[in-house]
């Protein structure tokens, strides 16, 4: 049989050599054109050169000599031809004439004009290199240079044949001349005819049509992502293009549409996980058609959720730098309102998506808006943070949002504003991993090693317990609910981030004022500060010493048998520092602070502290506006049924020894057992009617029960409602006084019998008078006083 002359396909390996040498091919090539356009520059170069010396060095000889010369060369050249030529009686007629003729009929082009030589005489080797320059033809560039685009050469048997395309060229003159003649047609048009004038109900029923006509395009392709996100999601595109809007009648409108509607139907389409991009190796393998879609719509998903977040902050930057875009679609003031939009937009998707992808990207806008100067703006940050605070329950997000605020805390050098640091008082954490050792507090389920299987377990046992192993270890790992110990962890984190905040603010900047809301902040979670850090916290406070620290420290002292009296001590001296001037917004943190520090407290309180600061307030109570004289004596309620012994201060009678000295800043020293709350016979004669009933309360001994206790209303909320309650910043009279106008006529009856009760109660006593001592003048007297 024949064999069949079939072609060998060749391996990778000989394709990938053949490759190779092309391209080595090409490169040689390309050197090889390069260095020859270098050689030939230098011959030119090198031909100028030795025109310029020749030149220079050559020496200029007169006219006349130099005619001379010439006359002299040519007659010896005519003897000499002479001499040589042969006779013309000798040649044939025929060659003569054919000599006459090329004679005549030489080139114009090739004769030297400036000499007497013969026409066709041979170039002379002693020619000037100017003259052979000069002689050199050259070439005008009247078209552009043409541009090639090398290609694969060809190899064939003669070599390496180099192949090259022209670039094509753009006429742009063409081009510009056609676009300057339609523009001018355009404009012809428009001055043919003319666009009518629209009064403006007309613009404006226009203007509701338009914005007619985009709602329900708007709705259209909302209802359609709704209904089917898999195979609609391309509609994605064309609504977000839908945020360009370039009509000026209806832009700002359109704009704001569409960025709240894009929010809601990313919170609804978006999955419960974070979609992470595909592997190249994910990519190559082959996967069922429902997998693929399912990719495809992930991945639509992602980049139009990105590039919506994107249109959200440049627009929030643009209103930021006062920026407007060239077209000059919508103007400054309406650049505030989308802007205020767009922060509402990435507000409602931090707290509705935080599992969701570019979440981070999400806090790291928020989070420094939280400091801007617009209050609007700056509230809706601050409610947000809130909001994702009290929801988070495993931390990731809280742990996010702290270190962004750390971070623009340290970095604007402290220049925040107090409601920043504020924000982690609304942190969800209550327990942290104290100690290094915190599998002790949670150790994780082990399973049985091989060797106690074998020893035992028998053969089917340890059959039935790796199945049994197996089939746990996928629960766990398919469980959703995240582990304790993990939740410790990251409120560990999240915790020492927030105390490092602290520290750094008491350290560098104590004079700042986000003084208060970090000794807030400290006061709350106290009970979790590392016990290592507590004694240089006490030496920071004590240089501090300031009012909202002391109700931080007490749970921390306890456990170390450390008694805060020094705290107890400023705080009863700086009680009077309060008036009702500028200080009284600062009763609110007084009345907090004694609740922890005294009612709390009550076991580690004694009886000469409880009454000196009973005492104190009450005389603080005169010199205070009514809310912070509500507020005080509420608190003296409640120490009052707290130490059952505080009625001592209602006995006028003293006990024990001493003379009570208001002056003395030692509570414990200060001899409160031997004066008495003469203050509260003032307060029940006060202006304000709350202050009078608190004080009557007080006065009979603050009973539950009975003819003197309070109303429900006001026994049972704490004294730091009270205070704001009634407050007086409106300047107004809280509550209210109810004006009643009497008639002139009742006015007019009233002092009528005002009058007549006061003569008679003055003739009632004249009488008796002059009945005793002059009973003869009796009738006399009687009668001149009722004449009078």
Known sequence: MKRKNTKRVPSFRKLLRTSKIKLDNKLKNKQYKQQSAAKKYRKEQKKLRQAVRDAVCRKPVLLEEYKKKQVGKSEKREEEEEEDALPLDMMDEDDLKLMEDLAQKASFLTRDLSSNEPVHIKKRKHESVIDKYEKMPRRMQTEPEKELIHLLPIKDKGGIIPQTVEKPVLNVAQDEEEEDTEEMEVAEDSNEEPLPVLTPEEMAAQRRRKLQERKIHIAALASAILSDPENNIKKLKELRAMLMEQDPNV????????????????????????????????????????????????????????????????????????????????????????????????????????????????????????????????????????????????????????????????????????????????????????????????????????????????????????????????????????????????????????????????????????????????????????????????????????????????????????????????????????????????IGIVLQCLDVMLAKRRKQVSQQRALAFIKRLSTLGLHVLPNSSIGILATNRVLMHTFPKMDLLLDNESQGSGVYLPELDEPEHCNAQNTALWELHLLQRHYHPIVQKFAAHLIVGAPAEGSGALSPDLSRRPATELFETYSMKGMTFNPPVASVTPRRKDTFSQTESFLNEELNERLQQHISETAVHKPLDFAKHLKESSLS
């Open 251 to 586: 832009a700002v409108i359109v704009r704001k549409l569409v960025m709240v509607s894009l929010m809601e139907i990313f919170k609804d389409i978006a999955p419960s996980y974070k979609i992470r991009p595909l592997t190249e190796a994910e990519k190559a393998t082959k996967v069922k058609k429902e997998t693929q879609k399912l990719r495809e719509f992930e991945e639509g998903l992602v980049s139009q959720y990105k590039f919506y977040l994107e249109n959200l902050e440049q627009t929030v930057k643009d209103w930021k730098q006062r920026k407007l875009k060239k077209s000059n679609v919508i103007s400054l003031k309406a650049y505030k309102g989308l802007a205020e939009i767009a922060v509402k937009c990435l507000c409602e998707l931090l707290v509705a998506l935080p599992h969701f992808n570019f979440h981070n990207n999400i806090i790291v806008l928020i989070v420094p808006l939280m400091n801007d100067t617009s209050k609007m703006i700056s509230e809706l940050c601050f409610e947000a943070v809130k909001k994702l605070f009290k929801q988070d329950k495993l931390g990731f997000a809280s742990l996010g949002v702290v270190k962004v605020i750390s971070g623009l805390v340290k970095g604007r050098n402290y220049n925040v504003r107090p409601e920043v640091l504020k924000v982690f008082l609304h942190l969800r954490i209550k327990e942290v991993e104290l100690k290094k050792d915190s599998e002790d507090i949670a150790p994780k389920k082990k399973f049985m090693t091989y060797k106690e299987k074998r020893k035992n377990l028998s053969r089917m046992q340890r059959k039935w317990k790796k199945a049994e192993e197996k089939l746990e270890r996928e629960l766990l790992e398919a469980e959703a609910s995240e582990s304790k110990e993990k939740k410790l962890k990251l409120h560990t984190e999240t915790l020492n981030i927030v105390f490092l905040t602290y520290f750094r603010i008491l350290k560098k900047a104590q004079k700042s004022p986000l003084l208060p809301a970090v000794l807030e902040g400290l006061a709350k979670f106290a009970h979790l500060i590392n016990v290592e850090f507590f004694d240089d916290l006490l030496i920071v406070l004590h240089s501090l010493i300031a009012s909202g620290v002391n109700s931080s420290l007490h749970s921390q002292c306890d456990v170390l048998n450390i008694d805060p009296m020094k705290f107890y001590t400023h705080l009863y001296k700086t009680l009077f520092s309060l008036h009702a001037g500028g200080t009284n917004d600062d």
